[in-house]
């Protein structure tokens, strides 16, 4: 290159108005359709990563528009191959539906830390984006198959941009990650590029898991509490968690459906915690910790007041909820590995998983592969919904390097 054209290069790169079209040699002066910016991540570290930086970039809202969206991208300190990294994707729990609850915002979670050590030692770039509306302005459009899909599909498409990179990839997740990792693999399947899905405890049937499966969990963990089991105010958490996730998804709905009233499949006590759920402008929702803290104490403030009463006589959902047309039709469209995947996929589940019952993930990866999906069921003995990606990050990792090999 000419010290001339070296110098316009240089100048253009100076300008803020080029800064994401600008790369190391001209043959990149390119203007990006997805990638966005990137900067260095300040909140945590994490020993593997040689680097971590938070990714800005374009992807369609849940309406069609095109929106910002962010995502953590870690870099491990492994030699780059000749042919480039390959990509994992990291789909994280439920974290809340403010952009102050964003991954990108706060500190590493342990369940991304175990998983992303192994990723990052044995040779991927791992990306974790915060899902639509996390981080960026917008409503989170909780639980939603096609908004989570294209949340990691365009983050991937971005990091390929920005790096001429090779092409493969894959998705893990857990939970509403799982969910999400489920969702990717239906909308990515003709991808040639992408591999293959990791589902561990993948949230599914929450209406099935709210009107038949908790009371039965839920009358038992009140009774070993009776009994000193389990400290008083164990059972009132579990049906918080639930109540805080099903609040995620009625004030989601409002991301793609504003004339839709959350409030109408809430009684009257719990309408003032789900309003906190969605906040007042959408990006300054309360975090999980905090929502279900506050569903928590006042269950037990219910219960205290109401003698004879137990928590689940609390008056949180109406009586029949998922018959209301908006959640039926939520339900119905956005449950998850209803349809045949043409890549592989694993499913990892802890027996003892509260949150997401065995039974639940059980049926959804024998339904799975019953149409004809190549299903890898990996049960985790004794696990937990919150150990299960710790417990099982080696063979994670197996079936990752089976499907995609490092190098």
């Known amino acids: 290159m000419s010290t001339w054209k070296k110098s316009l290069v240089a100048l253009a790169c100076s300008s803020v108005l080029f800064l994401t079209a600008c790369n190391d040699d001209d043959k990149n002066n390119v203007s990006y359709s997805t990638y966005i910016s990137q900067n260095a991540y300040s909140q945590d570290t994490l020993d593997a990563a040689s680097r971590i930086d938070v990714m800005k970039y374009s992807m369609p809202h849940v309406l069609g528009q095109t ?3 962010s995502a953590l991208v870690l870099t491990p300190k492994t030699p780059k191959p000749k042919e480039g990294w390959r990509v994992v994707v ?7 539906s403010g952009d102050q609850c964003a991954p990108s915002k706060n500190n590493l979670h342990p369940d991304f830390k175990a998983i992303a050590d192994v990723l990052l030692d044995a040779g991927y770039v791992v990306i974790a984006p915060d899902y639509e509306g996390l981080g960026e302005k917008g409503i989170h459009p909780y639980l939603h198959s096609e908004s989570a899909a294209n949340t990691a599909i365009y983050a991937q498409k971005a990091y390929q941009e920005r790096y001429a990179a090779q092409g493969a990839w894959m998705s893990v997740g857990h939970s509403q990650g799982g969910h999400a990792s489920l969702a990717i693999a239906e909308y990515a399947q003709t991808d040639s590029n992408y591999l293959g899905a990791v589902a561990a405890a993948p949230a599914s049937s929450l209406g099935f898991i709210i009107k038949h499966i908790a009371p ?3 009358n038992k963990v009140m009774l070993d509490e009776s009994l000193g089991v389990y400290p008083a105010g164990t059972a009132a958490m579990g049906y918080a968690d639930l109540l805080s996730f099903a609040a995620y998804v009625t004030t989601g709905i409002q991301a793609y459906d504003t004339r839709f009233d959350y409030k109408t499949v809430f009684e009257s006590r719990s309408q003032p915690i789900v309003d906190a759920a969605l906040g007042s402008t959408g990006d300054n929702g309360l975090c999980l910790n905090d929502l279900r803290t506050s569903f928590a104490q006042d269950i037990s403030h219910y219960v205290a007041e109401n003698p ?30 209803t349809r045949y995947i043409a890549k592989p996929v694993m499913i990892v589940q802890g027996t003892l998983d509260a949150a997401v019952p065995y039974v639940v993930t059980k049926q959804l990866a024998d339904h799975l592969a019953l149409q004809g999906t190549q299903v890898q069921w990996e049960e985790v003995e004794g696990g937990v919904h919150s150990n299960v990606i710790s417990l099982s990050k080696q063979q994670i990792l197996e079936f990752v390097q089976q499907q995609m090999p490092a190098r």
């Open 308 to 337: 004879g009463k137990n928590v689940l006589d609390y008056p949180a959902l109406i009586q029949n909820f998922d018959e209301n047309q908006e959640i039926a039709e939520f339900l119905a469209t956005n449950q998850p590995a």
């Open 67 to 69: 929106i910002t969206s």
């Open 216 to 218: 039965q969990l839920l």
């Open 90 to 96: 990291w789909n994280h729990g439920t974290v809340g």
